[in-house]
């Protein structure tokens, strides 16, 4: 009978221990990121292209963390489609993304989303937008979708933002469950 008990206890605390292992050591998990704070749709600079600006905490699903190859934003309002491809990131100094490790106890920074320097022009215009965040990450083939929302720019705010100066954040209500926007006149976001 207690040969029975120690056999069963020896088989359990097996089962724990390979448990407790793939959980830590073997299990790749994912990136995930939270909900943004803020969202920025402007100029990058004084005069400077347009960019989509955003803070959040991009975490590892596992104890074993991910790299982020690179990241970029997909907006699509109506039938257009654009992509902010060109990645920088960073709190005070700002780097061109070109690869973060993401742990579990995850990384709090500022991203800013450029558009690609082949010529390619965009205006944001009123309307409703459909933003989607994606993460390459290192081993895989296709980008992960990390985050989708949607923001909408008035006829007023479109207008604010023709002089190429301004710009409008979003900053998350979380009692509404909703964005609330406001025109600023001199952003000062510079990202590169």
């Not at 083939?141 to 979003?170: C, H, I, N, W």
Request: contains cysteine.
């Amino acid at each position: 009978m207690t040969q029975t008990i120690s056999v069963i206890v020896s088989l359990l605390a097996l089962v724990i221990s390979v448990i407790t292992a793939w959980l830590t050591l073997l299990r790749k998990g994912t990136v995930r990121m939270t909900q943004p704070t803020l969202v920025f749709f402007g100029p990058d600079g004084p005069s400077g292209p347009p960019k989509i600006f955003l803070r959040t905490l991009l975490y590892s699903t596992a104890k074993r963390g991910q790299i982020i190859e690179n990241m970029f934003i997909k907006v699509r309002r109506g039938e257009s489609v654009q992509n902010f491809n060109i990645w920088v990131y960073g709190d005070g100094t700002m780097a061109r993304g070109s690869g973060v490790y993401v742990g579990e106890e995850g990384v709090a920074c500022n991203h800013h989303f450029l558009l690609p320097k082949d010529g390619t022009r965009y205006e944001f215009v009123a309307g409703d937008y459909n933003v989607e965040v994606f993460a390459s990450l290192v081993g895989q083939s296709k980008p992960d979708p990390l985050y989708r929302f949607r923001l909408s720019l008035s006829e007023a705010q479109a207008t604010a933002m023709k002089d190429k100066t301004a710009g409008v954040f979003f900053d998350w209500g979380p009692d509404a469950g909703r964005y609330h926007s406001h025109v600023d006149e001199h952003p000062g976001h510079k990202a590169i």
